[in-house]
């Protein structure tokens, strides 16, 4: 297959998270079994107009304020001189509506949609563009079959009018040779973890707040966060109202070793997001060893199996949250039972099982326009 896909952002971009990554390697696996893969992406300070990654061409063009619209022309012009068998159209923040710039099968992949969480992130004006334009994506994908990562999203697409027969589930995968139980000795302090892009609209307030009861039941208790953003100064004065200084450290960005190794030693995972894809973050800390706790919504119903691998709790619940914690640190069988059952439960989740469920999936589109 000659497969081009359009994402906003790709692999080398310093913003690139969850999406860029899943979509990256569904290419790379594709173009190991022989496929040819280009994807074209927003450019970004100091990156190179083009570059091949893991076999897979990247063109960058525009910035990432006018994607949108940059991109899909780009595109058009760019098919005219390069046959491409599929086109995958990466829905992460706005669609760029590719039926309209070509006649080629278009699939697009979603890994969720941010329907009227878009307020939580953004000013009014820039929320209501996003939630416009999602709005439009029955009408302009009215014939085209999809590809989401949870049924979440398949139930989300559907409630916008989306038939579900056009609709398929294909399950992220994980990079188990970094993400894994490297058998460490953990912490002697215990250690809650939370990790992903400190933006307004992942909550991430909530498990601040929840320390405050934690300490309460287990007084050397600590919360770390990991990752940058726009909303960490706010977190650090939330944290600092709360007089929770020396028990939410903000650690910033690591190195996926560095990264990997702090999992394997820390004892619970906490996601408070109102909304996610699928919630990668939670099968990478339940490969390292963490039971979760997570809000009770979209995606992460799907990632956490409930009473299993961690517990799913009220979204924006404080008290919830702090309460299932204590529960983990208190009962050791507990902790271990859900700990070994995270391990095993994320065994099944691969790329390459990823990768192949999409390779069937874009064959029998391209057959269909045949």
């Not at 063009?61 to 046959?83: C, E, I, Q, S, Y």
């Not at 039941?217 to 650090?236: A, M, N, Q, S, Y």
Request: charged share 30%.
């Amino acid at each position: 297959m000659r497969i081009l896909a359009v994402n906003w952002r790709d692999m080398r971009n310093p913003e690139a998270g969850g999406a860029e990554v899943h979509l990256h390697e569904i290419l790379s696996h594709l173009v190991r079994w022989g496929h040819q893969a280009t994807q074209i992406s927003a450019g970004f300070e100091g990156c190179s107009p083009e570059e091949e990654i893991d076999g897979i061409r990247v063109l960058r063009r525009g910035h990432w304020f006018d994607a949108n619209f940059t991109l899909p022309v780009f595109a058009r012009r760019h098919m005219k001189h390069n046959g491409y068998d599929v086109v995958l159209e990466d829905i992460n923040k706005l669609p760029f509506f590719m039926p309209l710039f070509t006649d080629t099968p278009v699939v697009p992949v979603i890994p969720h949609l941010f329907g009227s969480t878009a307020f939580r992130e953004t000013n009014p004006l820039i929320a209501s563009y996003v939630y416009v334009m999602e709005r439009f994506i029955p009408v302009f994908f009215r014939k085209n079959r999809f590809i989401v990562i949870s049924p979440s999203t398949k139930e989300d697409l559907a409630r916008r009018g989306i038939d579900p027969e056009r609709i398929d589930v294909v399950f992220c995968g994980l990079d188990h040779s970094r993400y894994r139980d490297l058998e460490l000795e953990r912490f002697e302090r215990p250690t809650i973890v939370h990790l992903g892009r400190l933006r307004k609209y992942k909550s991430v307030e909530v498990v601040i707040g929840a320390m405050r009861i934690v300490r309460e039941h287990v007084p050397d208790v600590r919360l770390v966060i990991i990752g940058d953003g726009p909303h960490k100064p706010f977190l650090e004065r939330e944290a600092g109202r709360l007089d929770l200084d020396g028990v939410v450290e903000f650690k910033g960005f690591m190195g996926s070793e560095e990264l990997v190794e702090y999992l394997n030693r820390s004892h619970v995972f906490f996601n408070p997001s109102p909304k996610e894809g699928w919630g990668l973050t939670v099968v990478e800390a339940n490969a390292c060893g963490l039971p979760v706790v997570a809000s009770d919504r979209p995606g992460l119903r799907d990632s956490v199996r409930d009473g299993e691998t961690g517990f799913l709790v009220p979204y924006g619940d404080e008290e919830a949250f702090a309460r299932k914690a204590v529960m983990l640190f208190q009962d050791r069988d507990l902790w271990l039972r859900m700990s070994r059952a995270a391990i095993e439960r994320v065994g099944e989740l691969t790329w390459e099982r990823c990768a192949r469920g999409m390779e069937e999936l874009l064959e029998g589109v391209i057959s269909t326009k045949v």
